[in-house]
């Protein structure tokens, strides 16, 4: 090995230094962002602009308004048609809270200044990991804590891009920013590790092919995932409503800033059913990679084991969710068991348990 391939191989320390700034920066205003978005549902459904509309919500304390239009000799006036979202078969129909897009006046005033700080957050981060990989010269998710850090930005990337593209998703902001300042905390306490090479059997093309699939997936799982647990509060929410009971102010301010049960589980039902034939890829792209590195394509490894058990979880749960007599609830309750064992994959096999894949550098 000549001199400049050893250069080469020897982490640099500064491009370190600056990415762990990076990386602390984020969260900084990660943090400012979590505040921002607080404002939003507390006092942005509170709103006079809010509290009209939730008046002229079908279905609250005032039908639907007419609408009146021009006509040949005078004015036509029209029933203003009832807009629902269309639920899954058997279950009610429900529009979505007035708060849902942050459509008042104080909760858009709030989430634009909480959305502008989670890009800038964004940006940061996504600084601070790339400056972790060119440190090493190579991709950024060699253990566990730069598997976290990558994680997270990329989760906040499916965010933005949701945002960009008009999707109603604002009420994704504190559960994702919160998710974020957890995994970061934990990253940069537990799980941190200096910048270094990769083990022997890493070095391989596939590494940018397996796991920056798994992270995209894992980012995804975990969006559907918040869509899925807010979705058993709202469903739980509405069934009060139906029963004429009436929620406490606390929990309508809060759950009003949420679509409809039925947008959130079809939400979160779309995203899972896309996103599983390329976690179907990630596992065989983790077997070829495997034939390679060890000469075998499946060893009952620790992590191949629970990536397949997952594969299985999100199966029977696309399968419920297609069947009759399985929506709803029960589906969110698998989808959520799915999850689980995505995450039990991640943290608790990487630190848990001894396997060919314990890289968590921990």
């Excluded at 499916?158 to 957890?182: Q, R």
């Excluded at 399968?319 to 959520?336: E, F, M, Q, S, V």
């Amino acid at each position: 090995m000549n001199l400049a391939t050893t250069l080469a191989a020897e982490p640099n320390e500064n491009l370190a230094h600056i990415s762990n700034v990076l990386i602390y920066s984020a969260m900084a205003v990660y943090l400012l962002a979590f505040f921002a978005h607080m404002a939003e549902w507390l006092f942005g459904s509170r709103s006079k602009v809010a509290r009209t509309a939730a008046a002229l919500t079908p279905g609250k304390t005032a039908a639907a308004p007419a609408v009146a239009v021009q006509a040949k000799g005078g004015t036509a006036t029209l029933e203003r048609p009832q807009v629902v979202t269309r639920s899954v078969s058997g279950s009610r129909d429900v529009p979505d809270g007035p708060g849902a897009a942050a459509g008042d006046e104080k909760g858009d005033l709030y989430g634009r200044i909480a959305v502008s700080l989670t890009v800038l957050a964004f940006l940061l981060e996504f600084g601070g990991v790339l400056t972790r990989a060119l440190s090493v010269q190579r991709a950024p998710w060699g253990n566990m804590y730069e598997f976290s850090i990558t994680f997270s930005t990329v989760a906040v990337a499916v965010y933005l891009v949701l945002m960009a593209l008009k999707k109603n998703i604002a009420w994704l902001g504190l559960p994702l920013v919160t998710t974020v300042l957890l995994d970061l905390g934990l990253a940069v306490t537990v799980l941190y590790t200096s910048s270094d090479q990769l083990v022997p059997a890493l070095h391989s093309y596939w590494l940018w092919i397996h796991v920056s699939t798994a992270i995209f997936c894992g980012a995804v799982f975990y969006v559907g995932g918040v869509g899925t647990f807010l979705y058993l509060f709202r469903d739980s929410y509405e069934s009060k409503l139906m029963r004429g009971e009436q929620p406490g102010k606390f929990a309508t301010s809060v759950l009003e800033r949420l679509p409809s049960a039925a947008s959130l589980d079809k939400f979160s039902y779309r995203l899972n059913a896309a996103i599983f034939p390329l976690w179907t890829f990630t596992i065989i792209a983790g077997a070829i990679w495997a034939g390679d590195a060890w000469g075998r394509y499946w060893g009952w490894d620790p992590k191949e084991v629970w990536s397949f058990i997952t594969w299985v979880a999100y199966a029977c749960y696309l399968h419920a969710r297609a069947t009759a007599g399985w929506k709803g609830r029960k589906a969110a309750y698998l989808a959520l068991i799915a999850f689980g064992c995505w995450l039990f994959n991640y943290y608790g096999v990487n630190i848990f348990v001894t396997g060919k894949h314990s890289y968590a550098g921990v």
